[in-house]
Nanobody, 123 residues
Framework: QVQVVESGGGLVQAGGSLRLSCTASGLNFGTLNMAWFRQAPGKEREGVSC????????YYTDSVKGRFTIYRDNVKNSVFLQMDSLKPEDTAMYYC????????????????WGQGTQVTVSS
């Protein structure tokens, strides 16, 4: 049974930092690209960042470049999103997707999804 579990969300002031974690089980983690998506109320889900299964290639949406860093630990079956210099517009539910494309397309139709973790940034 595949499980994808996110954690690390919370309430933080603008300019602060959070680190999101995602642990996946029941799948061959080391062969899968991993991605973070987010969805704010009233908005469509958007790709935030992804990392290829090798851990070498990463992508970021323009609005988070220079502020967010994605990395993975294939031994722990985990992927992380370090979020610094947070802004109120980063407020959203953040989702981890195992098996999403990581080529700038953000295709995720065959990905396994977690339940999400809420990030709220106050001004």
């Amino acid at each position: 049974q595949v499980q994808v579990v996110e954690s690390g969300g919370g309430l933080v002031q603008a300019g602060g930092s959070l680190r999101l974690s995602c642990t996946a089980s029941g799948l061959n983690f080391g062969t899968l690209n991993m991605a973070w998506f987010r969805q704010a109320p009233g908005k469509e889900r958007e790709g935030v960042s992804c990392i290829r299964w090798t851990g070498i290639k990463t992508y970021y949406t323009d609005s988070v470049k220079g502020r967010f860093t994605i990395y993975r630990d294939n031994v722990k079956n985990s992927v992380f999103l370090q979020m610094d210099s947070l802004k109120p517009e980063d407020t959203a539910m953040y989702y981890c997707a195992a098996g999403a494309a990581c080529d700038g397309s953000w295709r995720s139709d065959s990905a396994y999804w977690g339940q999400g973790t809420q990030v709220t940034v106050s001004s």
